[in-house]
């Protein structure tokens, strides 16, 4: 099975930028598709973005579109977030996940596999 590994995280003022990493490992070759999500305390994780593995395609939430990018590195089976422009509003754990869908899912229950998180706390 699949293993996820998120890097990248850290303290981070409003307005800057932090570039996420997760790392697959293992029998990924399932994968047709990787999420990041987030979850601030006390709240719900919610979708963030995602892209086809193949083809790249990326979808993004309306809260960070224009604002974070999705990219993916298959020789090195790695999914990235970029996160641009930072607000009070961004700080939470960020999960990324694998699929096998033959969509690009955006509800959680599209993903067969999740990492641990990484924590992005934003300083004002």
């Known amino acids: 099975q699949a293993q996820l590994v998120e890097s990248g995280g850290g303290l981070v003022q409003a307005g800057g930028s932090l570039r996420l990493s997760c790392a697959a490992s293992?029998?990924?070759?399932?994968?047709?598709?990787m999420g990041w999500f987030r979850q601030a305390p006390g709240k719900e994780r919610y979708f963030v973005a995602a892209?086809?593995?193949?083809?790249?395609?990326?979808y993004y939430a309306d809260s960070v579109k224009g604002r974070f990018g999705i990219s993916r590195d298959k020789a090195k089976n790695t999914v990235y977030l970029q996160l641009n422009s930072l607000t009070p509003e961004d700080p939470a754990v960020y999960f990324c996940?694998?699929?096998?869908?033959?969509?690009?899912?955006?509800?959680?229950?599209?993903?067969?596999?999740w990492g641990q998180g990484t924590q992005v706390p934003v300083s004002s």
């Open positions: 892209i086809s593995w193949r083809a790249g395609n990326a």
């Open positions: 996940a694998a699929s096998s869908r033959s969509y690009v899912p955006i509800p959680m229950f599209g993903y067969y596999v």
């Open positions: 293992g029998r990924s070759f399932s994968t047709r598709a």
